[in-house]
């Protein structure tokens, strides 16, 4: 009897069950903790269905929860009876309910025989660890933590802060340096024994009811005291993800869990009858392993915390969508958005549709409808023109647009009307190129026949949203490529505009412009807003536009078909 098993059950007793037995018919023998708040009944026939075997022992229960003193004071319990029963245990291992060996239990008898005085407890200090999770490092050792962080969370985190704001440190007892490691160790029965026996047992462990998460401190801290040959890792492999959270392998998982050569595993979904019965196998039929190295499977857990945190670009997924920036990319594909075009140009989105190849949709948000190119009432992934769904969530809208057309360049229109529109989400996204004239929502209104005062207001409504907009797209936290021009300026050159606008969409090749698509007829625009000005309306987005401009009718160009050259 070389090597002792403690066991920490809560749950999944068939499989405990199973793995003692496991154990036992190896030669290890296993004290069991049943956690006190399992029911009696079911406690009762656990115990009872392991009657049978003379080298299984229940040690005294306890009340377990996590990062309470309980799981400290369960595998002291544990550990004082494999002492006391088994006299030649050699070294203990401690485990849960839910751990596995995954290598023949001779190779670990062997494997530690030839260890006989070393200590296999993964101890670090505070500053040296780099996966705590939730703020407190240092603090776990220097203040109280009265409050279950599970069943109190306010309680908790309200006393965190008084003690804060007292500035109350607690004094850590003489001699000792606090560590922190995994739970889960194989200590040799003089370094256990040392530490339960030792005379100043009752400060230390006065001091760790009071420490944050004790388990993973109170023995990584205490055998360094007594260890003449420590070896700072564990036999066990225990993975956790970004979250704090314990990695839980599946049946999927079996190649993997071959690979890392570890000797147990936690922790194993119950159900995952391909593992267990993979590994809880004679001898004979298992694969010989080398040298303890869960390393070798660190890449693989690297990807896949990759993957949970970022996912695949621009798409959203359960594990990362309720949580704002954690986006790997915030749309898939580049896109172009032209505000004030399609008012100022006539046609404008058939011309670039033409000049460019891009699939080039009118106004998407617009009030009435999502104005998919060619009339389309349907798109690519099944997303409608209804507005209804569309603005349930205009982002998502947007995001599903990109992603489904993927490969193929999307335009498409927005203006002040569009007040569904994303502007916010798209002035941030670095994949956005947005070009703007500001002001080129009064030609439909100078256009209109309505009467004055109606386009006075409608006229103030929509500059007040078009500068809301302004002001998204200028925010220091914008990302996308941002061009804007007043509708003064833009008219002057409109070609150098819209030859940079096809350059950076470069879908086709790179061809220089010979002439714009049509522009509307401005005749008279420059007296309608002298007229809105008149009536108490300052129209200021759209330039300096004077009320006698001639110059209007020269630099609209004649109707002649598209050139390019």
Known sequence: MSVGILMLVHSAFDRAEQVARHWTKYGCPVVIHVDATVKPRAFKKFSKALADEPD?????????????????????????????????????????????????VQELKDYLKARPRTDFIESATTADVPWTVGGLDNERFTLHFPFSWRKQRYLFDRWVDIQRLLRIKRKIPHGIVPHMGSQWWCLTRQTLSAILQDPERETFDKYFKRVWIPDESY???????????????????????????????????????????????????PQANRVYDGFLRDPEGAIKMSEPNPAKIDRIFAKAVERRTKGRTGLYMQSRFPNDGWENGMTFGRYSVFHGFSELFEDFETWLS?????????????????????????????????????????????????????????????????????????????????????????????????????????????????NDQLWALRSPYAKARVRIWTMAEFIEAPMEPLQAIIDEIGTGSQRRLAEAPHMTDLTGFGQFLQNLK?????PYL????????????????????YLVQ
Request: a positive charge.
């Open 534 to 538: 008149n009536q108490g309306m300052h």
């Open 219 to 269: 023995f990584q801290t205490l055998s360094r005291l007594y260890s003449t040959n420590f070896e700072s890792r564990s036999l066990t492999l225990s993975k956790f993800d970004f979250q704090g959270k314990p990695h839980i392998f599946y049946d999927d998982h079996l190649q993997l869990l071959r690979r890392s050569d570890c000797f147990v595993a936690r922790k194993i979904w």
């Open 354 to 466: 033409k000049t460019t190849g891009a699939q080039v949709h009118g106004h998407l948000f617009a009030p009435e409808r999502a104005e998919f190119s060619g009339g389309q009432k349907v798109i690519n992934g099944a997303l409608g023109d209804s507005p209804k769904g569309r603005d349930y969530n205009s982002i998502a809208f947007l995001t599903s647009l990109i992603w489904n057309t993927r490969g193929e360049r999307q335009c498409f229109q927005v203006g002040p009307r569009d007040e569904g529109a994303p502007v916010w989400f798209i002035a941030k996204d670095p994949n956005a190129q947005v070009s703007m004239i500001s002001g080129a929502w009064a030609l439909p209104l100078f256009k209109s026949n309505r009467n004055f005062a109606d386009i006075r207001k409608e006229a103030a409504r929509l500059q007040k949203l078009e």
């Open 542 to 561: 759209m330039g300096d536009f004077p009320v006698d401009s001639p110059e209007n009718e020269q630099k609209k160009p004649p109707r002649k078909p």
């Open 56 to 104: 299984i022992r229940f040690c005294k229960r306890h009340r377990c929860e996590w990062g309470a003193w309980g799981l400290v004071a369960a595998s002291q319990s544990a550990a004082e009876l494999m002492l006391t029963e088994f006299p030649k245990v050699r070294h203990v291992y401690l485990s849960s309910g839910s751990c596995l060996p995954l290598r023949p």
